[in-house]
Each structure stands twice: as C-alpha cells, then as structure tokens.
C-alpha cells in the first residue's frame, strides 16, 4: 500500500465525492501538504502540489492507508459488544446532548490521570461554528458538553497538533463513525510514518450518526438567510426525526429533514456505520430513555473506562436499553446508503 499517494486518494475517493471529511489524511501527511478550503459544501482536501512519494520519489502513502473511504463500507448494524446500558452524569452537565455520559467518562478519565487530552469538536458560540479541539480540563469537556450537527470541521486534523506538538501519548477521541473508522485504519497500520499516532490514543469514544451537514450551507444558508433564525441565539440544535432548534430566549424552531435534505455533506451519502462499530464505547440517544445515554460497551478498554466512572460516582447507570430500536435505525442507514456505494455524489 506503500506505493500509493494523494493521487490515487484523489482519483478514488475526492473527484468521485466519498470523501467523509474526517479530516485523517490532512493529520498524518508528514509534508502538511493536504488542507480544507473554507467555504460551502467542501467536499474534499487539496493538496498544495507537494507529496513526498511524488516529488521526492520516498515511500510514504500515509494519507491513502488511513483513509476510510478506501475499502468496503460496513454492514453490520450493532457490532461486537461486551454490554449495552444506558447511563447518566452523575453531576449537572448543562449543555449535554443526552445523559451527559460521554462527558462523565471522559472528565473521569482526566480527573484520574487515565488521559492527558480529548480530540474532539466544539463551536464558536456565536456563529454556532464548529471547530477541532484538543481538551485537557475537566471543566472545559463540561462547558463544551452537546452534539454538533453541522459538522465539516476535519476533526483529526488537531490530532496532529495533540501528538506531534503537545506530544501527549494518552490521548481520548470523540468522534462520528467515519473519524472512528479512521482511527482504527490508524491502529492496524504498520507504517511508520503512522505509528506515532496509533500509540498515542489510549480511547475512542465513537458516537452513532444518521448523517452530518454542512455549516455555512446550513447555518448560514438554511437557518440565518432562509429561515431568519439568528445563529447566535441558538442554544441547542437536536436532530430527532427532525432538527429541533432551542432559541435562547426559549422559543423553538423545527425543520423537516427533507428541508434539510441539501445541506447534508455529500459523504455521508454512502456511510453506513451508525452506531460506530470499531469504537471502544458507543454513544447515542436511540435506545435509552429521555435523560440517559445509550452506551455500546465493546472492548476492556472500554469497559474499564466506564467502570472506573461508576466506582468514582461520576456515572451512574440507569437501566438496559431497546436494542430492537437501535438496531432498527442502523438497519434503515444501511438500506438508505448502501445502494450509493459506487455511485458518483455530486
Ligand atoms: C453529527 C451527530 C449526529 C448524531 N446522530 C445521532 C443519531 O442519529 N441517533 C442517536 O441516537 N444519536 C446521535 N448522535 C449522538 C447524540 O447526539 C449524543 O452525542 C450522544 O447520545 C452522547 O450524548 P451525551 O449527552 O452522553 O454526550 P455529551 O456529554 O453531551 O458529550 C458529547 C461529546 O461529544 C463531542 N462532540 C459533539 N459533536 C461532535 C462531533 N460532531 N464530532 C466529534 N465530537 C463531537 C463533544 O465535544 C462532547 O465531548 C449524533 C451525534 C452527532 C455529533
Ligand atoms: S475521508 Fe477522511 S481520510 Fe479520506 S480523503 Fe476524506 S478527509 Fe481524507
Ligand atoms: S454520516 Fe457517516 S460520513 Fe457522515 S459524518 Fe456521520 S459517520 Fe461521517
């Protein structure tokens, strides 16, 4: 796979518009020569004309081996698991999406010393503008607790920031399936350019995912031009068969997802990984009741970051959750996109 460079990664995966957005290939080019332009509806990287394995004839081909784009999509819906339970923070979470647990297990995790720092995305709370993000206080993963949903933000590319200029070597990711798929491709690379980057995250932490938009076509666009909804006066956006807005001053706003059916990123026509399959915990509100987070527990690491925020008070568990409804929803991802796999997206 050596051989391969942002060409192949072009021709493959950015012309035909798979890319997901994850932002991988930007964190691990060793020439920083991949990037994101602003503006609506990015759809893929560039690169600025420079590859080590193309100008410079040396072996690299890191951006094409993490790549989740490249290779058959999954079409499992729940995955492997150790347990399924629903769970809650244990303390006050203001801005929390659900039950707050992502927020517990991770605060937790630092508290203890279990991590040095979370990657994941937060926004200007002005614009409602999403950006990577590397964390290294409880008290700010609190602050910034919640979903962003008009997402394009490459969230992994502040993975090169958190292990290659902090270089911290225990790090957390919060991240939607295809960021997790990344991370796994990370894992089971034996290049060494790579490396580095595998042996630093010590926790995944996958969240389901339907499908993310774009910012400026959404906020901008749908919201502040169509809809006169003023982006700094919104304080929760939800997504629950159709996207809720709470306003600050209380008032709510909805919008059918058709309505919303052309800001979504055109990657994630062909996703159909909702519940995070290679995560070691599994985060979403399908499931579990109002007030609770449904948790997809697959791996020990998993399981004993969970149990040490149970043992320290941060996380309680409140009960066992619907699989039939999880299950459900991830069957209807995967009917939906499937059929997009070969297609071109434009
Ligand atoms: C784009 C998107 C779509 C989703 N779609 C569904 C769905 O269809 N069905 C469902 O059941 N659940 C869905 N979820 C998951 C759900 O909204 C909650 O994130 C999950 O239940 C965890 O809730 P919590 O209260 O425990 O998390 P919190 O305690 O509020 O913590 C959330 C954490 O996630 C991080 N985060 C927020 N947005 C992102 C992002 N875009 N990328 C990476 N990290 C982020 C925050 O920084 C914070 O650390 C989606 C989430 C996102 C971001
Ligand atoms: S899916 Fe991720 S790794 Fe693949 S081209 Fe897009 S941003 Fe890069
Ligand atoms: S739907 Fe898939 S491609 Fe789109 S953001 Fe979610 S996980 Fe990524």
Redesign the pocket.
């Known amino acids: 796979m050596a051989e391969k460079s942002y060409l192949d990664l072009k021709s493959e995966v950015w012309d035909p518009g798979r890319c997901s957005g994850c932002g991988a290939c930007i964190a691990v080019c060793p020439a920083d020569a991949l990037f994101f332009e602003e503006g609506e509806m990015v759809t893929s990287p560039k690169s600025n004309g420079y590859c080590k394995q193309v100008t410079d004839g040396v072996l690299c081909g890191a951006c094409y081996e993490v790549c989740p784009r490249e290779g058959d999509q999954p079409s499992d819906t729940l995955g492997e698991y150790l347990n399924l339970i629903a769970a809650k923070?244990a303390f006050d979470?203001p801005?929390?999406?659900?039950?707050?647990?992502?927020?517990?297990i991770?605060t937790n995790a630092l508290d203890e010393g279990l991590i040095d720092a979370?990657v994941?995305?937060?926004e200007d709370r002005w614009t409602q503008k999403?950006r990577s993000v590397v964390i290294t206080k409880s008290e700010v993963?609190i602050h910034?607790?919640?979903?962003?949903?008009s997402?394009w933000v490459p969230?992994l590319s502040s993975l090169k920031n958190a292990v290659i200029d902090k270089k911290y070597r225990r790090i957390a990711i919060?991240?939607?399936p295809c960021?997790v798929q990344a991370i796994a491709r990370m894992r089971a690379s034996n290049n060494d350019l790579i490396k580095p980057y595998a042996t630093s995250i010590r926790l995944i932490i996958g969240?389901?995912?339907?499908e993310?938009f774009d910012y400026a076509s959404l906020v901008l666009g749908k919201l502040k031009s169509e809809k006169k909804i003023d982006p700094t006066q919104i304080k929760k956006m939800d997504?629950r068969g159709k996207l809720e807005i709470l306003m600050q001053n209380g008032e709510k706003a909805s919008l059918s997802l058709k309505e919303l059916e052309s800001c979504v990123r055109k990657g994630c026509h062909l996703c159909t990984d909702?519940t995070s399959l290679l995560s070691d915990i599994s985060?979403?509100?399908?499931g579990s009741p109002a007030g609770s987070?449904?948790l997809i527990i697959r791996t020990s690491t998993g399981s004993s970051f969970v149990d040490n925020a149970v043992q320290n008070n941060k996380l309680i568990i409140t009960g066992g959750v619907d699989k039939g409804e999880i299950e459900k929803?991830a069957r209807t991802k995967i009917e939906k996109n499937s059929k997009n796999q070969y297609k071109v997206i434009r």
């Open positions: 923070a979470v801005r929390r999406q659900t039950g707050g647990a992502v927020t517990a991770l979370v994941t995305v937060t999403p993963l910034e607790a919640g979903s962003r949903y997402w969230l919060v991240g939607v960021v969240l389901f995912c339907t993310t997504v909702l985060a979403g509100s399908v987070t449904t929803l």
